[in-house]
C-alpha cells in the first residue's frame, strides 16, 4: 500500500546489497512533515495478502526481486553530467500499447508486467513520474554527501508518493470504459510493488547519505579540534623560540663584557685592586675596632662577676666558720655536763 501523503510517512528499509558502493544496514526513517502539493482523496486500501470477491482487487504476484534491481542498477550505471543533459526520457510502449519511460521501461519488462490501456493523460503523468525518478537515481549516484543533496531526496520521495497515490487512486477511480480487466490489475500490482520496492531503496540510499554526513561532520569536528591543538603547541613554539633568542642575546652580552674585561688596559685593573684593597683595609680596622670593644665588655662583664663570686665565697666561708665554733661550744658543754 503506498504511503498517505496526508499522514507521516513511514520507510522501513530492509537489508540491501545488490549495489556495491552503498553500504547494507537496517534502518527506520520518519517523515512527518506531509509531501507539498494538494491532498488528494483517500485512497482505498490493497492488501496483497487478503483475497476478496471484488473483481478490481490485486491478487499476489510474484517478482524476481534479484532480476529487478540488476536491471535497474544497469540502467543506472550510464554516466551523467547533470541532471538536465543526463540520459532523456524514452518512452518505450510494450505489447499492450502502453507507453513507458526509461529506464523503467526495463525495470518493468524485467519484472514481466505491462499496462493494459493507453490515454494521453497516464502517458504524461508516467513521463513526469519518470523524470523524477531519474533524476533522484542521477541525485543518488552523485554521492556528494552534503545536506542539500539530502533535502532534495527527501522532497523528490514526497513527490514519488504522491505520485503513486495519486496513479492507484487513478487507476480504482477510474470510468467504466477505462476499467483495466483482471489481468492488467496484476501487473499494475506489479508495478506498484516494483515502484514501492524503488521507493524503499530509495529510503535506504537517502539514510546511507545521511550516515555519511553524520560521519563526514564528526570527521570534521575531529579535524578542527586537532587544528586547534596544533595552533596551541604552535603559539607555545613561537613564545619558547623567542624565549631563546632573548637568552642567546643576553649571552652574547656576557660573552662581550667578558672579553672586554679579560682584554682591558693594566691601569684599570690596577686601580680596581686598589680600590678594592682600600675598602678591606677599612673594613679590617673597622673589624680590629669593634673586637677591641667587645674585649673591653667581656673584662668588665668578667670583673663583676669574679667580684660577686668572691664575696659570696666570703660569705660562705663566715658562716662555716660561725657553725663549727657553735659546734664546739656545745660539745663542750656536753663533756662539762658528763663530768
Known amino acids: 500500500m503506498p504511503p498517505s501523503s496526508s499522514s507521516s510517512e513511514v520507510f522501513v528499509l530492509e537489508p540491501y546489497s545488490a549495489d556495491a558502493s552503498f553500504s547494507t544496514s537496517s534502518s527506520h526513517i520518519e517523515v512527518s512533515d506531509p509531501a507539498p502539493g494538494p491532498r488528494p482523496s483517500p485512497s482505498p486500501s490493497f492488501a496483497p495478502n487478503t483475497p476478496t470477491d471484488n ?59 505491462g499496462l493494459g490501456f493507453s490515454s494521453a493523460t497516464q502517458d504524461d503523468v508516467l513521463q513526469d513520474f519518470g523524470q523524477r525518478v531519474r533524476n533522484l537515481w542521477n541525485t543518488m549516484n552523485k554521492r556528494d554527501g552534503t545536506s542539500q543533496t539530502i533535502t532534495t531526496i527527501r522532497e523528490d520521495l514526497h513527490a514519488v508518493s504522491k505520485h503513486i497515490e495519486e496513479w492507484m ?33 530509495l529510503c535506504s540510499r537517502m539514510s ?3 550516515r555519511d554526513l553524520r560521519d563526514a561532520k564528526a570527521v570534521s569536528e575531529a579535524w578542527k579540534a586537532e587544528a586547534r591543538n596544533v595552533q596551541n603547541m604552535q603559539e607555545m613554539a613561537v613564545s619558547a623560540f623567542e624565549r631563546c633568542n632573548v637568552l642567546e642575546t643576553e649571552n652574547a652580552q656576557l660573552k662581550q663584557a667578558m672579553h672586554a674585561f679579560a682584554e682591558g ?24 675596632k669593634r673586637e677591641r670593644a667587645l674585649q673591653v665588655k667581656e673584662n668588665q662583664l668578667r670583673a663583676k662577676e669574679n667580684a660577686s663570686i668572691i664575696e659570696d665565697m666570703r660569705k660562705q666561708t663566715e658562716d662555716l666558720k660561725r657553725r663549727r665554733s657553735q659546734r664546739s661550744v656545745l660539745s663542750t658543754l656536753q663533756v662539762k655536763n658528763v663530768f
Request: contains cysteine; charged residues 20%.
Open 55 to 113: 473483481s478490481n482487487s490485486f491478487p499476489d504476484t510474484i517478482i524476481d526481486w534479484e532480476h529487478i534491481w540488476e536491471a535497474a542498477d544497469q540502467s543506472c550505471l550510464d554516466p551523467s553530467p547533470s541532471l538536465d543533459t543526463a540520459r532523456p526520457i524514452v518512452v518505450c510502449a510494450d505489447d499492450s500499447g502502453v507507453s513507458l519511460p526509461s529506464p523503467y521501461n526495463n525495470l518493468l519488462q524485467a519484472a514481466g508486467v
Open 169 to 201: 487512486i487513478t487507476y480504482a477511480t477510474g470510468s467504466a470504459s477505462l476499467q483495466p480487466s483482471h489481468q492488467d490489475i496484476e501487473k499494475y500490482k506489479n508495478i506498484a510493488r516494483a515502484l514501492e520496492q524503488e521507493n524503499l531503496d
Open 208 to 210: 546511507s547519505l545521511e
Open 265 to 288: 688596559s693594566t691601569n684599570s685593573t690596577v686601580k680596581e685592586l686598589r680600590h678594592i684593597i682600600g675598602e678591606l683595609t677599612r673594613e679590617l680596622a673597622q673589624y680590629k
